[in-house]
């Protein structure tokens, strides 16, 4: 036996078929994914990558040592590098941009499985960490870096391959993993494990790969303030292939939007807007005082954030009082689509609470009390008016 744990045997770590099977019984066992898989047809070119990576030994044993430390990171990988993948398809991306893609998903958690924690900690010290948002995958490594690293020494020739996996957390505004790399240092392939890293965040966040259509809403709101073509281009993809067959269906299935937005109901859309007109006004307002903090890699994120935000609501006309025509004059499907855009607004909105909450703790910022205490007060008020689940 040697000192690797018995690894080395080649019976006991994952084989291609092996590897395979996991991707099969994985999607097989959520409808929607199935639904998915059986428009993509992806699964004959997993099994030609799993072949691939069988003659990379190392390669293999580090994903072995993924699928037995942790399910929740290897479910993961399993998505992430097969909804990829189904995008590069649908992006008519080259063959080897889409096994690029699909080992990138495959392979990004390895670092945290590779070392010891220590190297994690030294070098997230050197680096910092991810930001944490409300629902999303917190980090506290600096584990991209550690599976780059991995990468670079089993595909020395692969760089494309090691900047996927060193961006895989990496966020449109610069607050993500590595720090400061901002959406326009990010191509479409990053943009695309990115985006597929971060609907994973939402399913965590929803009780899992079973209510993927709930993070349809956000997506379609994401996509107007960053990524916008793989997001725009995903959920057109994913609205025609999770669209609910029939009305039984509808009601099972009914969008995490129009649940939150329920809760709201009572509000006319024109008072829905007036609130959101307030937010975005105080947000706004308070962007102005934060300019001479642009340094601060949290400043830049809010600051860029409430642009995005505005943009958006330029774009949608929700934050438009006088758009709104009057209520019974709304057909059902446009009534549906003005629920789950707002219904999906909380998600943002929880960004920005948590951007303020960090401003307010920050006493290095001279920030003026008044303004922070507006656009956090403004926040809430949005966040009480638009989502039911709200509590603080
Ligand atoms: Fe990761």
């Known amino acids: ?93 080259s063959l080897n941009n889409q096994r690029l893609l699909f080992f990138g998903g495959l392979l990004q958690d390895i670092g945290k499985y590779v070392v010891d924690n220590s190297v994690a900690r030294f070098i997230s010290n050197l680096n910092g960490n991810k930001i944490p948002i409300y629902g999303q995958h917190d980090l506290e490594d600096a584990h991209p870096l550690l599976s780059s690293s991995f990468i670079e020494h089993q595909f020395p020739d692969e760089d494309k391959l090691k900047d996927l996996v060193l961006h895989h957390h990496a966020r449109a505004d610069g607050t993500g993993y590595p720090n400061f790399v901002v959406e326009s240092q990010l191509g479409l392939d990053d943009q695309i494990l990115i985006v597929a890293n971060e609907i994973n ?139 789950e855009m707002f219904g999906a607004l909380p998600e943002c909105l929880y960004k920005f609470k948590y951007y303020l909450d960090y401003l307010k703790g920050a006493k290095q910022f001279e920030v003026c009390d008044s303004g922070l205490k507006q656009a956090s007060d403004a926040v809430r008020q949005c966040l009480f008016a638009f989502d039911r689940a709200a509590s603080f």
């Open 1 to 93: 036996m040697s000192g690797s744990g018995g690894l080395e045997h080649t019976e006991q770590f994952l084989q291609a078929e092996g590897l395979y099977s996991e991707y099969k019984i994985f999607i097989g066992q959520f409808e929607a994914l199935d639904r998915i898989e059986a428009s993509a047809r992806s699964m004959l070119v997993i099994q030609t990558f799993c072949y691939e990576l069988e003659t990379r030994q190392e390669v293999m044993k580090a994903v072995t040592r993924l699928y037995t430390a942790s399910q929740t990171d290897f479910q993961r990988a399993l998505f992430c590098s097969w909804i990829a993948l189904v995008s590069a398809r649908h992006f008519s991306l």
């Open 201 to 339: 965040d939402r399913l965590d966040h929803l009780g899992g790969y079973a209510d993927f259509y709930l993070t349809l809403p956000y997506l379609k709101l994401a996509g107007m303030m960053y990524f916008s073509k793989v997001q725009q281009s995903m959920h057109r993809m994913l609205t025609g292939l999770l669209a609910p067959p029939d009305g039984a269906e509808q009601s099972r299935v009914c969008s995490a939007g129009a649940l939150a937005a329920s809760s709201s109901h009572a509000l006319r859309n024109k008072e829905r807007s007036a609130i959101l007109k307030q937010c975005v006004d105080s947000l706004l307002a308070f962007s102005s005082e934060l300019i001479p903090y642009d340094f601060d890699i949290v400043v830049r994120g809010i600051r860029s954030n409430i642009a995005r935000l505005v943009f958006l609501m330029n774009e949608s006309g929700l934050s438009q009082e006088s758009a709104f025509r009057p209520e019974d004059d709304l057909s059902e499907q446009e009534r549906s689509e003005l629920d």
